[in-house]
């Protein structure tokens, strides 16, 4: 039997339990009190079963944290004083969402066998039962704004089957690809185009050369970033002639969506957010060999692929025509394979390209920076105490971005050249050291190994942030946080706690990988001028005749970095001017350029 027991004749029930309730107009609470004097009249007469619903009117407020219930239960009990609101949320439906809305919610109100209970239900309600994940909304806005731009929050590296282990296939039947779900080849779709509007230069490149088909008869394997600017990029090689397969070189910024539209789309894609070490790899292996497929140019953001052909298929690596490298780390591992004669093939180096090194390492990331701190952490930057360590391109671009919006910024460089600009542009150079157990955000951008070792983070304050934007995962020494001494906490997607035993939190962005990409996404625009430049790259290495690149590693001529440049112009409205014959010959320059010297520095 329930415990109720009615109200005396004289007591009005609807006078007592109106005490706790908020109404927006007086039309409400009259609604709200007669419906608990219709209850209590009803319930007198035994015409109300313990479990029969009764719906509430019209009340404003909503219980704290809870939603998605479309029936919360508020038991009546003599063992609670009468004027006290009573409510209970069901075990199976004890879900956390944003509390207080505007809207009038449908609430029901139950009688209840288990007073005590009830309590206990309210006073936890809306608590999470683990304590993996801290409380916040969980809106559609939230949830998708850290998946690295999946605007349908399908980037989600939550899935439980590895794609590695599903039977996928195209509308038309093809079977050569692995991304997590090709039914999201839709969405994807409709990020590409919409890169495509942000991307002027590649797609200019693309109608100027499609008739050519200058990259007819290469063979690429690609192993960069997929997301919907890459896309773009290898829509176009392949409007200019080129078969691809591709890879991602980051494990946590491949857009799963857009990954499935490019296979709907007849590409060899093997790539998904989430990715394992040995599924990295076994994904770089399966673009390399194929049946029928004999590569001849490699496009690489890493260096990932030129290492796994080069060790596992020497042969293979021998044939390579040309290979195109964008990132830092990349191009240094190019460097020391030349000094030991281990390169045999040509290589292009974009990443020092001007255009490169201006707009994608400077410019992009003084924005990227931002948007991807945001979004995983919803931080202020105003009069925090960051560390960007490192002031090359990218290290200027984030320092500078970070100083806007009001945060303390220290620098920590190696190069007396490098240090001298940052103080020149008002950042204070330290040593690690010396700022460390201060700092609020610390942010990599080297290029090199175990910048930020554990005895560093031994010393950094409880809720500092760090997060790494080079290329390499290296930079942030992640490894030695995997002790049984510390615990790891995942907060959301990229986000975790690494917790030490006095309790002491660190913020660990993307377990140390390049957190632009891990948690937000990068300007189209800026993309479009490497993309553009890696194109242009690759036309340059397959169509040379022999003999004018030996096995060594060249930059971008500058007249194709000008190029570059002039094929964005028009999207500003910008228009150049022309030397005069009279002014090119004083200056000793072609009309047409190049305009600045090989050693020149923009």
């Known amino acids: 039997m329930a415990n109720y027991t009615p109200v005396a004749q004289n007591e009005s029930l609807g006078d007592t339990l109106l005490a ?23 319930g007198k007469h035994h015409l109300v079963s313990p479990l029969v619903a009764i719906k509430h009117p019209s009340i404003m407020r909503q219980p704290t944290a809870v939603s998605n219930v479309d029936n919360a239960t508020v038991a009546q009990s003599n063992n609670v004083p009468t004027g006290q609101q009573q409510g209970s949320v069901g075990p199976a439906n004890n ?10 919610p449908n609430v029901t109100f139950k009688l209840s066998d288990e007073p005590d209970k009830v309590l206990s239900d309210v006073k936890n309600a809306g608590k999470k039962n683990s304590r993996r994940y801290r409380s916040r909304s969980l809106s559609a806005s939230s949830t998708d704004s850290y998946s690295s731009a999946s605007y349908t929050g399908s980037s989600s590296d939550e899935e439980e089957i590895s794609p590695r282990e599903k039977a996928q296939q195209t509308s038309k039947g093809m079977t050569d690809f692995c991304v997590r779900n090709i039914n999201q080849a839709a969405y994807g779709r409709k990020e590409i185009d919409i890169a495509e509007q942000e991307m002027p230069g590649i797609m200019a490149l693309r109608r100027r050369a499609s008739e050519d088909r200058p990259l007819k008869g290469a063979k690429i394997v690609g192993c960069t970033h997929i997301n919907a600017q890459t896309a773009v990029l290898i829509e176009t090689l392949t409007e200019l002639g080129a078969q691809v397969r591709w890879s991602a070189c980051n494990i946590y910024s491949t857009q799963n969506e857009v990954a499935a539209a490019l296979a709907e789309a007849g590409f060899s894609i ?65 460097y020391q394979l030349s000094k030991t004669n281990k390169l045999t093939v040509p290589a292009m180096n974009v990443n020092d390209s001007v255009t490169k090194t201006k707009f994608d390492n400077l410019y992009s990331c003084k924005e990227s920076i ?5 979004r995983a952490t919803d931080m202020m930057f105003g009069g925090k105490q960051v560390v960007v360590c490192g002031y090359g391109e990218v290290g200027k671009g984030c320092s500078q971005a970070l100083k806007a919006l009001g945060s303390v910024v220290y620098v920590t460089e190696i190069d007396p050249i490098c240090a001298l600009q940052a103080c020149m542009d008002g950042f204070r150079v330290l040593k690690l050291s010396e700022v460390i157990r201060n700092v609020d955000l610390l942010i990599t951008a080297t290029g090199n190994k175990n910048v930020l070792t554990r005895e560093y983070m031994d010393k950094m304050k409880s809720g500092a ?86 096995a060594d590693v060249y930059l971008l001529p500058k007249k194709m970095d000008e190029y570059v440049a002039s094929l964005h112009l028009p999207t500003f409205d910008a228009h ?14 072609n009309k047409t350029g190049p305009f600045k010297p090989n050693y020149y520095r923009y």
């Open 20 to 42: 706790d309730e908020t109404f927006a107009n007086d039309r409400d609470k009259s609604d709200a009190k007669s419906h608990h004097l219709e209850k209590d009249r009803l």
């Open 576 to 589: 150049l001017t022309e030397l005069s014959d009279e002014q090119a010959k004083y200056m000793g320059l």
């Open 465 to 550: 942030i760090v997060c790494n934007m080079g290329h390499s995962n290296t930079e942030i020494d992640v490894n030695s946080l995997r002790t049984p001494d510390l615990t790891w906490e995942k907060v959301r997607s990229q986000v975790d706690h690494v917790i030490w035993p006095d309790g002491k939190k660190i913020i660990l962005l993307a377990e140390g990988r390049l957190v632009n990409l891990s948690c937000s996404s990068v300007s189209s625009f800026v993309v479009s001028i490497t993309a553009a430049t890696q194109a242009l790259a690759l036309i340059e290495l397959f169509n040379a005749p022999s003999g004018r690149y030996k």
């Open 270 to 334: 093997f790539a998904w957010r989430g990715e394992s070490e040995e599924d990295f790899w076994w994904c770089i292996d399966r673009c390399v060999t194929a049946e029928n497929w004999q590569p001849n140019m490699i496009l690489d953001d890493g260096g990932d692929a030129t290492h796994l052909i080069l060790k596992k298929y020497p042969a293979m690596f021998k044939m390579i025509k040309g290979i195109v490298e964008e990132s830092v780390t990349g191009v240094h591992r190019l």
């Open 95 to 104: 879900v956390g969402v944003i509390a207080g809305g505007g809207t009038k």
């Open 370 to 374: 931002i948007d991807s701190l945001k």
